[in-house]
């Protein structure tokens, strides 16, 4: 008999609701192993709410330092100024990029 080790997707992750209240919008899909494709089944609803105006806040693939930025926040760490202070200089000398804290902070960790 198979006994399951663990579970596949946990209720955190499978089947959540939309994050913006009563949104309809909901897409089934699935990944086979053979191939490792995600094929979508079903597109069905419509957003009843503006999209997100600002992707570069919300994807993640935005939020990483670039390598200019790591070079400053080792350079203002190893000089002893605090995390806070840090990401306010990032916010200004990068008014263009998002910066996630969190990123700061691990960073700082490992010096």
Sequence with gaps: MYKIRK??????DHNRGHQ???????????????????????????HNHELVDN???AAPQYRKLTPEMRDDVTLLATCGMRAGAIINVLQHKYPEKYVYDRNVYNLIQTI
């Excluded at 579970?7 to 955190?12: F, G, K």
């Design 7 to 12: 579970e596949a997707h946990s209720t955190e």
């Design 55 to 57: 992707i570069r806040m």
């Design 20 to 46: 913006t209240g009563d949104c309809k919008f909901h897409v089934n899909a699935y990944r086979r192993k053979k191939d490792d494709l995600i094929h979508i089944t079903k597109v069905e609803g419509e």
